[in-house]
């Protein structure tokens, strides 16, 4: 009778040990999914005032008249947030390349870091905004900041003001 309860609680403390283990697991997995949609929320949010920003009449400071999204900075910093002017190294889709830009970056909070960047395909008014949102900011240098040293943890890329011409990319 010993050995039998013996084997009882042996089984116990391993099915428990388990038990605690997927629960750890399922957690951190669910916080990991709670951050990004987080970070993506703000993508949006930021996307719909650059469009909000680019439709308002340039006399009540709006970008109306504005090719594009160059300037949009000016809106951004109507968001509150600490901003930072970065040298962004990061992937172009215009031109295929990384290419270095000089960006006002946005810190919602300690470990996310978004950088609005104007892109050109070469033809005058085809002008959209690209807005990187970067974690891992521990690691950047100074006011210089590299998609290879950072971790890129998505983009929203805005081409127009309906609401259509936002698309949010997810890396993690």
Known sequence: MGQQQLLLLTLTVVIVGIATATAINGFMENRRKAEVDTIVSDLVRLSASAQAWKMKHSAMGGGQSIDGFEGVERMF??????????????????????????????RSNEATLFCPVPQWSGRRGGGR??????GSLMTHQGNSVSSEGVEIIATATVTG???????VEVYR
């Open 77 to 106: 910093e109507q968001t509150g947030w600490p901003t930072v002017t970065m040298d962004l190294t990061a992937y172009n889709p215009d031109t295929g390349r990384n290419s270095r830009e000089r960006a006002e970056c946005y």
């Open 129 to 134: 905004l690209l807005i990187y949102a970067m």
């Open 161 to 167: 003001t309906r609401a259509s011409e936002i698309m």
